[in-house]
């Protein structure tokens, strides 16, 4: 099982699930970084162990729990999408043809599709001929993050799986229980909520310092202008994790405007909280809410256009205008 395991009540579900028979067709719903993952991660192991008990856990010892642990197990594929790309047809055909096979180690065939949305129109189209008629053996399970972008038709032979939710709070105790300082685990459990793995891997990637890096640099630009927005773009553009800069801006973006509505819950950047009071008064809200949408849309541009300056450009010149804009007309709030 996997590091964080879920306290029998909140995994009891599962447990039932699994005592009166998996569904062969199944849903995982939850971002990337949550710990959804790992919970299939633990559904496929118990679902191909020799013996689990009662209490839905692996053994942990048998030939099924050591070909996984090793990563070499017949019955199961896992297909997965690189970040930008999509799931061709011809993986999803060669899944198809696997899940008629008879399994070779354990009593079922394991098919996992992540994220599901990622598959093309055509790969969508040939996975839902499996799912009206699988194969006896045969399970799948697709993990989504944004399951309404799935077909309709493949939503509808599904069966979403019950996984624990993690509470308000629970996220900064499991943080702490890897050794992160409380301070850190704090400001990081305000921004990724919900996904302690994501907020894990940041830490252990130098997150803390370059946090700080690009959030001086965002918060100076409205008064150094659009030349210094473009240098920074033509910079940013070479060598930065653009959905992890896009993480920030939003966690940037969702503060500000909660601190023009006087709110001081759930802001999470607390350590740049005088400067963003002021900077929040000084904008208006729409313009905010512009920038906000064009930054959620940035997964969808990038599959489309690969042209990474020009994007960037486009969007700190937003940020930019956010103040020059409101300056040129008086406006204060």
Request: proline content about 6%; aromatic content about 6%.
């Amino acid at each position: 099982m996997s590091a964080h395991r879920p306290p029998p009540a909140e995994w009891q579900p599962i447990q039932s699930l699994l005592q009166a028979g998996l569904p062969q067709a199944m849903l995982a719903v939850g971002e990337s970084g949550t710990l959804v993952g790992q919970y299939c991660d633990d559904l496929q192991q118990v679902a191909l162990c020799f013996a689990p008990s009662t209490q839905g856990l692996p053994c942990g010892s048998c030939r099924s729990c050591r070909l996984l642990a090793e990563g070499s197990h017949p019955d199961l594929l896992v297909i997965t999408a690189e970040t930008g790309k999509r799931i061709a047809i011809e993986l999803v055909r060669h899944a198809n043809e696997f899940l008629t096979f008879t399994p070779q180690v354990s009593a079922r065939r394991w098919l996992r599709v992540e994220p599901a949305e990622a598959m093309t129109a055509a790969a969508a189209n040939a996975l839902l001929k499996t799912l009206e008629e699988p194969a006896a053996r045969a399970h799948i399970l697709l993990l989504s993050e944004r399951p309404s972008q799935l077909l309709a038709t493949i939503r509808s032979r599904l069966q979403r799986l019950p996984f624990p939710v993690m509470r308000p709070g629970q996220c900064m105790v499991w943080l702490e229980g890897l050794g992160i300082p409380p301070a850190e685990a704090l400001w990081l459990s305000r921004q990724f909520e919900n996904r302690p793995l994501r907020a894990w891997q940041l830490w252990e990637s130098g997150w803390v310092t370059l946090r700080q890096t690009w959030i001086d640099a965002l918060l100076n630009l409205p008064q150094q202008g659009p030349v210094a927005a473009l240098r920074l773009a033509d910079h940013w553009a070479k060598d930065t994790d653009l959905l992890l800069l896009r993480e920030l801006m939003l966690s940037l973006l969702a503060d500000l405007l909660r601190l023009r509505n006087h709110r001081l819950d759930n802001i999470v950047h607390l350590d740049y909280l005088q400067l963003l009071e002021a900077m929040a008064q000084s904008a208006q809200a729409i313009s905010l809410w512009e920038t906000l949408e064009d930054w959620i849309r940035l997964p969808e541009s990038l599959v489309q256009n690969r042209n990474v300056g020009m994007m960037l450009e486009t969007l700190l010149l937003s940020w930019v205008s956010i103040w020059s804009r409101e300056k040129a007309h008086g406006i204060t709030s």
